[in-house]
């Protein structure tokens, strides 16, 4: 199985600030088609998991730009260039690149 | 638009059985992989089972392997999960997600999610 590790776990954040991710999986996630199936998800309290970013660097429509992910190969970072209010959750790494699916721990982005 | 809703949680006890159900709309059911994501009270995210678009492939995390089972109606565009022996920590809040298919958005879109609380 595919391991995904992320750092920090708890990211105490200051509003208007920068916020950075760490994710690394365990092996490679490049998929035999030549994509990398890195997601990044945001979960907030009493909502469904929210996708943010799609293969690495892909922002979904209606994601704020203040979003960015980047990275290759196994390591890989989400970055929230300046915080806001609204942003605080729980930000998870996944990888869809095989089977089992495997998310990271969870990254929780506090004010 | 493209939704999921989940359906058929509930308080079951250890040992016992529950059927979860996902009626998706707004895409073709048969071209999409369908997931079950659950995440445990205080705990993260944890994949539990993908059943691909046409019903032929199925996986499942080792966790829940030979206790449930992950089928689906193309016609009623409807994703099942039969959950058996049911334990403890199978309790959870489980999502559906769409997972593989046409585009490129693997898990842009989830259900609400249904609870699923177990006894001991």
């Known amino acids: 199985d595919i391991v995904m590790t992320q750092a920090p776990l708890f990211s105490p954040v200051t509003l208007g600030q920068p916020a950075s991710i760490s994710c690394r999986s365990s092996q490679s996630l490049v998929h035999s088609d030549g994509n990398t199936y890195l997601n990044w998800l945001q979960l907030r309290p009493g909502q469904p998991p929210r996708l943010l970013i799609y293969q690495i660097s892909n922002r979904v429509s209606g994601v704020p730009d203040r979003f960015s992910g980047s990275g290759a190969g196994t390591d890989f970072t989400l970055k929230i260039s300046r915080v806001e209010a609204e942003d605080v959750g729980v930000y998870y790494c996944m990888q869809a690149t095989d089977f089992p699916r495997t998310f990271g721990q969870g990254t929780k982005v506090e004010i | 638009e493209v939704q999921l809703l989940e359906s058929g949680g509930g308080l079951v006890q250890s040992g016992g059985s529950l059927r979860l159900s996902c009626a998706t709309s707004?895409?073709?059911?048969?071209?999409?992989?369908i997931a079950w994501v659950r995440q445990a009270p205080g705990k993260g995210l944890e994949w539990v089972s993908t059943?691909?678009?046409?019903?032929?492939?199925?996986h499942y995390a080792d966790s829940v392997k030979g206790r449930f089972t992950i089928s689906r109606d193309n016609y009623k565009n409807t994703v099942y999960l039969q959950m058996d022996s049911l334990r403890v920590e199978d309790a959870a809040l489980y999502y559906c997600?769409?997972?593989?298919?046409?585009?490129?958005?693997?898990?842009?879109?989830w259900g609400q999610g249904t609870l699923v609380t177990v006894s001991s």
């Open positions: 997600a769409r997972d593989r298919g046409p585009s490129d958005l693997f898990f842009a879109y």
């Open positions: 059943m691909s678009g046409d019903g032929h492939n199925t």
């Open positions: 707004g895409f073709t059911s048969s071209s999409y992989g």
